[in-house]
Antibody, heavy 128, light 108 residues
């Protein structure tokens, strides 16, 4: 069974740190882009970060650049998100998601454009 | 940054057809994906590449995309279709995915 299982969420004070993990199973983890997507309470989905299969390309949403670090360990089928200098606005459910569905424009091609497998999410609350 | 606009809510009677729109500049030139999210659950892909269905998704779910509007169509709506629905595209100018704000579908 294709599965992603997140862990590591919890309550943290503003300015604190937290490390999220995502364990993948049921597919060849090393052949997929992976992402983190978050959802603030009562709000919509927001992409946070992407990482290429070998970790050679990484992208972040502007609001977390310099504070969050995405990484992966293909030997352990594991994805991580190190979150530092946390703010109240980072409070959200964080989902691990598998990248899928290549997409080409007239000038560029991208190895993924959608998310076909999602974890159940882990809640991060930033509050004093 | 590319913006996708969805209506906040859509109400539909059981057995009828729900149409959820997703507007964006020249969205017809992009591939649109749709996700269903039930309360307390993770999103599930229901449509990819504008109109294709993943394995296990009922034929009642279909999609279209042209001009400024992509549409998710749910035919013969059932009570179990009550959920939030999100459209999503790849923003090639920013090299990242973009989600619409979501539409809550209520079966009345």
């Amino acid at each position: 069974e294709l599965q992603l299982v997140e862990s590591g969420g919890g309550l943290v004070q503003p300015g604190g740190s937290l490390r999220l993990s995502c364990a993948a199973s049921g597919f060849t983890f090393s052949t997929y882009w992976m992402s983190w997507v978050r959802q603030a309470p009562g709000k919509g989905l927001e992409w946070v970060a992407n990482i290429k299969q070998d970790g050679s390309e990484i992208y972040y949403v502007d609001s977390v650049k310099g504070r969050f670090t995405i990484s992966r360990d293909n030997a352990k089928n594991s994805l991580s998100l190190q979150m530092n200098s946390l703010r109240a606005e980072d409070t959200a459910v964080y989902y691990c998601a598998r990248g899928s569905h290549p997409y080409c424009t007239s000038t560029s091609c991208y190895e993924f454009s959608a998310f076909d497998i999602w974890g159940q999410g882990t809640m991060v609350t930033v509050s004093s | 940054s590319y913006v996708l606009t969805q209506p906040p809510s859509v109400s539909v009677a059981p057995g009828k057809t729900a149409r959820i729109t997703c507007e964006g500049n020249n969205i017809g030139s992009k591939n649109v994906h749709w996700y269903q999210q039930k309360p307390g659950q993770a999103p599930v892909m229901v449509i990819y590449y504008d109109s294709d269905r993943p394995s296990g998704i009922p034929e009642r779910f279909s999609g279209s995309n042209s001009g400024r509007t992509a549409t998710l169509i749910i035919s013969g709506v059932e009570a179990g279709d009550e959920a939030d629905y999100y459209c999503q595209v790849w923003d090639s100018s920013g090299d990242h995915p973009v989600f619409g704000g979501g539409t809550k579908v209520t079966v009345i």
